[in-house]
């Protein structure tokens, strides 16, 4: 195994901008770093039960892919069309934080989240299984992952943070962008170009 490789890919698929990281930055802005962890709890438990079961469930999963791929194009793209609309109402009512924000949305939101379920659908079957075949090796390669993935997701909160005073005074044109972000997420993801 090419450990370099491994852990590049890791680092660039969870660190950039996706549907959960710009979630967590605009969360930040509206109730606070304290409040995100929250989100971010909930979707590194989900992110590390997505790398379990690709782990233990690989030949069953790859049967079965082509066939959930699609539906979880388009049920992602629905759910990242309607955090855009949260995200958007964030800069203009005070509760739409509470719709977006929380561990039980960090959670859903990563399995439906393409770019998470493909990353975890092909990272274990890809770098870890051709090199490592014992459930224990599977299971520190999901531990180490998912931690990689928790550091990412914290980068995003530390980043809206330290951020804060900036995005803030220009609140409603970071809640478009975001929203605007999430939507070509949901167009790209969705299959439909």
């Known amino acids: 195994m090419n450990l370099a490789s491994f852990l590049i ?21 509206q109730v606070g770093a304290r409040q995100t962890m929250q989100y971010v709890w909930g ?9 379990t079961a690709s782990a233990f469930l690989n030949h069953l999963l790859a049967g079965v892919l082509p066939g959930i791929l699609k539906v ?23 509760d739409a934080p509470k719709q977006v924000t929380g561990f039980w949305n960090g959670f859903i939101m990563q399995f ?7 990353f975890t659908f092909t990272v ?30 914290s980068s995003w909160v530390v980043f809206g943070t330290v951020f804060k005073m900036l995005l803030n005074r220009h609140q409603k044109l970071l809640s ?6 999430l939507l070509y997420s949901a167009i790209i993801v969705s299959g439909l170009i």
Do not use: H
């Open 43 to 51: 979707a590194t438990l989900a992110f590390g039960l997505l790398l």
């Open 112 to 118: 439906v989240n393409p770019k998470v379920v493909l």
């Open 176 to 181: 478009i962008l975001m929203a605007l972000f």
């Open 72 to 94: 979880m194009q388009i049920v992602g793209g629905l759910y990242m069309v309607y955090l855009a609309y949260q995200i958007y109402k964030m800069g203009t009512t005070e």
């Open 9 to 29: 890919y890791c680092i660039v698929v969870t660190f950039t901008p996706g549907p959960s990281n710009i979630v967590i930055l605009s969360s930040v802005q």
């Open 124 to 153: 274990i079957p890809s770098y870890v299984l051709p090199f490592y075949q014992s459930s224990f090796s599977s299971f520190l390669f999901v531990v180490l992952i998912t931690f990689i993935g928790f550091l990412a997701y």
